[in-house]
């Protein structure tokens, strides 16, 4: 199994910032892509940013500019640090990797338990 903690979520009035980590652990060979993602209330989940291990990033238009997702490969973690928030940013972050396990190389994809963001106005 491969699990993902959270951490770094709280209340922040708009214009503020915020930092979330995410570590990954268990029987892991190789994380490809960790990603955030974020849920509104009564909307779906949504990507984020993404990013490989290689470095390469993709990130939702509407944080463009203002959130920045980075990773440590060493120890299997991914951060999202956040800028400028704004109210519209309130949501459940939840962190994503998709790998391979070292038990016979398997592949999974593994999700956090989530991480609640609230912007103020």
């Known amino acids: 199994q491969v699990q993902l903690v959270e951490s770094g979520g709280g209340l922040v009035q708009a214009g503020g910032s915020l930092r979330l980590s995410c570590a990954a652990s268990?029987?892991?060979?190789?994380?490809?892509?960790m990603g955030w993602y974020r849920q509104a209330p009564g909307k779906q989940r949504e990507l984020v940013a993404v990013?490989?291990?290689?470095?390469?990033?993709n990130y939702a238009d509407s944080v463009k500019g203002r959130f920045t997702i980075s990773r440590d490969n060493a120890n299997n973690t991914v951060y999202l640090q956040m800028n400028s928030l704004k109210p519209e940013d309130t949501a459940v972050y939840y962190c994503?990797?998709?790998?391979?396990?070292?038990?016979?190389?398997?592949?999974?994809?593994?999700w956090g338990q989530g991480t609640q963001v609230t912007v103020s106005s």
């Open positions: 268990g029987s892991i060979f190789r994380i490809n892509t």
């Open positions: 994503n990797a998709e790998g391979y396990r070292r038990s016979l190389y398997t592949p999974f994809g593994s």
């Open positions: 990013i490989t291990s290689g470095g390469s990033t």
